[in-house]
T-cell receptor, first 115, second 109 residues
Framework: DSGVTQTPKHLITATGQRVTLRCSPR?????VYWYQQSLDQGLQFLIQ???????AKGNILERFSAQQFPDLHSELNLSSLELGDSALYFC??????????????FGPGTRLLVL | DQQVKQNSPSLSVQEGRISILNCDYT??????FLWYKKYPAEGPTFLIS?????DKNEDGRFTVFLNKSAKHLSLHIVPSQPGDSAVYFC????????FGTGTSLTVIP
């Protein structure tokens, strides 16, 4: 158990809909990262938050947005969903912002299926 | 553009033998490298890391080697055990983390 929690574990929805994925980082971790893993793909970095502020952006679509709240949990919002958004979405956390030799600890993921 | 590449999607090894998983990267500015292990329906689990100032790091049965001139790192597992069967991702740290596409290791009893 990494200490990172994600809800829900599974999500089935229809095209055009909007969903929210939630992540609680490990106790004491200030950084939260979101990744997408599509079939046969590696982990694609989406976005990072550090202590409530956006820190880095990766390959995140404009239809997707995220935020980190004062209690440090984070939510990833996916809107106008398309079939191609079906994937595993992982959240990871670390103590410091990127730049140091920091290890990220991953949650169990949310499996999203768009029908 | 894939900055971290794992060119072998899968690898099968007999129990007790050595498993060698390879990873190549393109950005010479990467200064920290990690290996993660992932079981089905679980998130990646940190396994071992290495700083760019070292060329080897060992933790029990797991050793990571870094060849900076070749921009290549490898993970050695000796001896391999059936419980090691999983997908292994290498990652490199720059301004963000970059992950490879993973190598699925099967250890045959």
């Amino acid at each position: 158990d990494s200490g990172v929690t994600q809800t829900p574990k599974h999500l089935i929805t229809a095209t055009g809909q909007r969903v929210t994925l939630r992540c609680s980082p490990r106790s004491g971790d200030l950084s939260v990262y979101w990744y997408q893993q599509s079939l046969d793909q590696g982990l694609q970095f989406l976005i990072q938050y550090y202590n409530g502020e956006e820190r880095a952006k990766g390959n995140i679509l404009e239809r997707f947005s995220a935020q980190q709240f004062p209690d440090l949990h984070s939510e990833l919002n996916l809107s106008s969903l398309e079939l191609g958004d079906s994937a595993l979405y992982f959240c990871a956390s670390s103590v410091t912002p990127q730049g140091g030799q920091e290890t990220q600890y991953f949650g169990p993921g949310t499996r999203l299926l768009v029908l | 553009d894939q900055q971290v590449k794992q060119n072998s999607p899968s690898l099968s090894v007999q129990e007790g033998r050595i498993s060698i998983l390879n990873c190549d990267y393109t950005n010479s500015m990467f200064d920290y490298f990690l290996w993660y292990k992932k079981y089905p329906a679980e998130g990646p689990t940190f396994l071992i890391s290495i700083s760019s100032i070292k060329d080897k790091n060992e933790d029990g049965r797991f050793t990571v080697f870094l060849n900076k001139s070749a921009k290549h790192l490898s993970l050695h597992i000796v001896p391999s055990q059936p419980g090691d069967s999983a997908v292994y991702f290498c990652a490199a740290s720059g301004n963000q983390f970059y992950f490879g596409t993973g190598t699925s290791l099967t250890v045959i009893p």
